[in-house]
């Protein structure tokens, strides 16, 4: 795992920001996995900037991202679909017919995540995953359990998570309950995988990631087992504490 430490949010966004461009920059065809959550949100503006100022080009660009809300409505402006049209889709040349998000209005929701595994199988490969991570350890929505899913399934949002989102939402109740989202597995099989960590609420979980044991209860420690994972944190989230 390479680890690198930014003195703060501002930092982890351009240092993504870069990783994920030079990756456009080698293959125009590329394949991106992209997250949600307010984490990436800096990385998103900073790529959109690129974009307009003609240093990257998504035209041949495909994108995957790895959760959605289930069931929500695509305009709903908490639906991740929103969110990824709002923070980035919108501002840059990515074709619609090259966004992959999983569909929070399907009828079947086990037949969506059949669908998505496909697509994503289908894709030859995420080059770079963007990952996010949940105070409890999340990656995607992988909660912490005894047992982990590796494909794009159904989960249940823990209380914690629910909690955790309910900023966004106009109260606790009017958070969805479910989420489509890729399987561990789904995502350990991206080439690469970048995991983007800021502020000392996330510090438990970080910790528990770079003692470099694996535990089922903290989901995103599985990625000490993967052979190309970048960790860019800041400090209050590497430290813990006020800077
Ligand atoms: C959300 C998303 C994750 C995201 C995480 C952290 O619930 N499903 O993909 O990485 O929680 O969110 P934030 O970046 O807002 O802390």
């Known amino acids: 795992m390479n680890i690198i430490i930014c003195e703060n949010y501002e930092e982890v966004s351009a240092r993504a920001a870069s990783m ?3 990756v456009i920059k080698k293959d125009s065809a590329c394949k991106l996995g992209l997250a949600t959550g307010s984490t990436p949100i800096g990385m998103y503006s900073i790529l959109s900037e690129m974009y307009k100022n003609g240093e990257i080009d998504f035209s041949s660009v495909s994108s995957y991202n790895l959760d959605e809300y289930y069931p929500i409505k695509k305009d709903n402006d908490q ?22 998000i999983p569909n929070g209005e399907a009828k079947d929701a086990n037949k969506e995540c059949e669908d998505y595994e496909c697509t994503v199988e289908k894709s030859g490969g995420i080059d770079i995953q963007i990952l996010g991570l949940g ?19 159904v989960t249940d949002l823990t ?23 890729m399987g561990v597995g789904t995502i350990m099989k991206a080439k690469s995988i970048v995991l983007m960590v800021s502020g000392k609420n996330k510090h438990e979980a970080l910790s528990a990631i770079l003692n470099g044991n694996i535990s089922t209860n903290v989901p995103a420690t ?10 860019i944190c800041d400090k209050e989230a590497y430290y813990g504490n006020d800077l």
């Open 20 to 22: 994920v461009a030079d």
């Open 79 to 100: 639906s991740y679909d929103y969110f990824m049209r709002e923070n980035l889709f919108s501002k840059i040349n990515i074709k619609e017919e090259n966004i992959h």
């Open 135 to 153: 105070v409890n350890g999340h990656i995607g929505f992988n909660e912490p359990a005894n047992e982990l899913i590796s494909k794009t399934h």
């Open 159 to 181: 209380v914690s998570t629910i909690k955790a989102n309910s900023r966004f939402f106009e109260s606790e109740d009017e958070v969805p309950k479910k989420a489509i989202t």
């Open 222 to 231: 599985l990625l000490n087992l993967h052979p190309n994972v970048t960790v």
